[in-house]
T-cell receptor, first 116, second 115 residues
Framework: DTGVSQNPRHKITKRGQNVTFRCDPI?????LYWYRQTLGQGPEFLTY????????KSRLLSDRFSAERPKGSFSTLEIQRTEQGDSAMYLC??????????????FGPGTRLLVL | AQSVAQPEDQVKVAEGNPLTVKCTYS??????LFWYVQYPNRGLQFLLK??????LVKGSYGFEAEFNKSQTSFHLKKPSALVSDSALYFC?????????????FGTGTRLQVFP
């Protein structure tokens, strides 16, 4: 399967701990997105990369959140000093824009975070 | 600001009957609209999109959607529902300016198809 993969699929942590999630996009997709989905809501945009450059960050992404894509391939999302409000599904998506930028974002299975 | 609304939290339909999941949008400029489906504990799966052209868009698994500019709607439809179609459906619109590519999602509609 050459779709978007995310690890881990589930993470339980205690408040105040740091967590890191990984996303591997579809091969050769140069754009990578992170979204957060809480119960009963649609996904909300967090940040996105074009190759290794982080081009946009949402106001939702507080100082405790950091994302990287060091070689323009996989990406990591780290949350420091986790809070209970961080409990959510974290989704990664990738796409490969061509002329017109009308491409579809393909999503991974997500990482479900529970902060106790 | 771009936005989409899904007025129904839940839709119930009998297997074999046609289904409709509603979505309305508010955009600056031409709308780029998408439908995704989410099964339990899974990520979002792309169904179809409208960018331009024919107002009736055909997608995966027999789904289609009708773009209606005058009513600012993009309803998802299927002629004959299957029990396996039961899932959470999200309508989304691409944000403006388009170079960001980010999607803005509705709150989702849970479709329940009963035998």
């Amino acid at each position: 399967d050459t779709g978007v993969s995310q690890n881990p699929r589930h993470k339980i942590t205690k408040r105040g701990q740091n967590v890191t999630f990984r996303c591997d996009p579809i091969s050769e997709h140069n754009r990578l997105y992170w979204y957060r989905q809480t119960l009963g809501q649609g996904p909300e945009f967090l940040t996105y990369f074009q190759n290794e450059a982080q081009l946009e960050k949402s106001r939702l992404l507080s100082d405790r959140f950091s994302a990287e894509r060091p070689k323009g391939s996989f990406s990591t999302l780290e949350i420091q000093r986790t809070e209970q409000g961080d409990s959510a599904m974290y989704l990664c998506a990738s796409t490969s824009p061509s002329s017109g930028s009308q491409e579809t974002q393909y999503f991974g299975p997500g990482t479900r975070l529970l902060v106790l | 600001a771009q936005s989409v609304a899904q007025p129904e939290d839940q839709v119930k339909v009998a297997e074999g009957n046609p289904l409709t999941v509603k979505c309305t949008y508010s955009v600056s400029g031409n709308p780029y609209l998408f439908w995704y489906v989410q099964y339990p504990n899974r990520g979002l799966q792309f169904l179809l999109k409208y960018i331009t052209g024919d107002n009736l868009v055909k997608g995966s698994y027999g789904f289609e959607a009708e773009f209606n500019k005058s009513q600012t709607s993009f309803h998802l439809k299927k002629p004959s529902a299957l029990v396996s179609d039961s899932a959470l459906y999200f309508c989304a619109v691409r944000d403006w300016p388009y170079n960001t590519d980010k999607l803005i999602f509705g709150t989702g509609t849970r479709l329940q198809v009963f035998p």
